[in-house]
C-alpha cells in the first residue's frame, strides 16, 4: 500500500515541478507541451491516491442474516414416498431412455 501511495505522491509532486516550477527551453516546448505534460502526471498521481483509498477502505459491517431455518423432514416424508421403508425399492419404475445404438 504505501508503495502505490509513494507512486501516487511522487507523480503529483513530479507534474506539478515539471508544471510550474521549470522554464524548458524552447527546443524542448517545440515537441512537449510540458505545461500539459506536468498536469497530466497530477491528475495521474491523484487518481493513483484516490484508487487506493478507494481499495484499502476497512470492509463494512456485514448486515446480519436471518437465522437459519432447519427442515423438519417429517413433514413431507408420506409414506408413498418415503426411500426408507421396506419394498421401496421393489417399486421403482424404470424411465424411458434414449441410446444412440437404437436398442430401448
Not at 12 to 25: E, H, K, L, R, Y
Request: aromatic share 8%; net charge neutral; hydrophobic share 40%.
Amino acid at each position: 500500500m504505501r508503495a502505490s501511495i509513494g507512486t501516487g505522491v511522487l507523480l503529483m509532486a513530479a507534474g506539478g515541478i515539471i508544471a510550474f516550477a521549470v522554464q524548458f527551453p524552447d527546443d524542448v516546448e517545440q515537441y512537449v507541451d510540458t505545461f500539459d505534460l506536468g498536469l497530466i502526471l497530477i491528475w495521474a498521481g491523484l487518481l493513483v491516491l484516490a484508487t487506493q483509498v478507494w481499495l484499502h477502505r476497512p470492509p463494512r459491517a456485514a448486515a446480519p442474516r436471518p437465522p437459519r431455518r432447519t427442515r423438519d423432514y417429517a413433514d413431507y416424508a408420506t409414506e408413498e414416498h418415503d426411500v426408507h421403508r421396506p419394498g421401496y425399492a421393489g417399486e421403482t419404475r424404470r424411465l424411458p431412455t434414449v441410446r444412440g445404438d437404437g436398442r430401448r
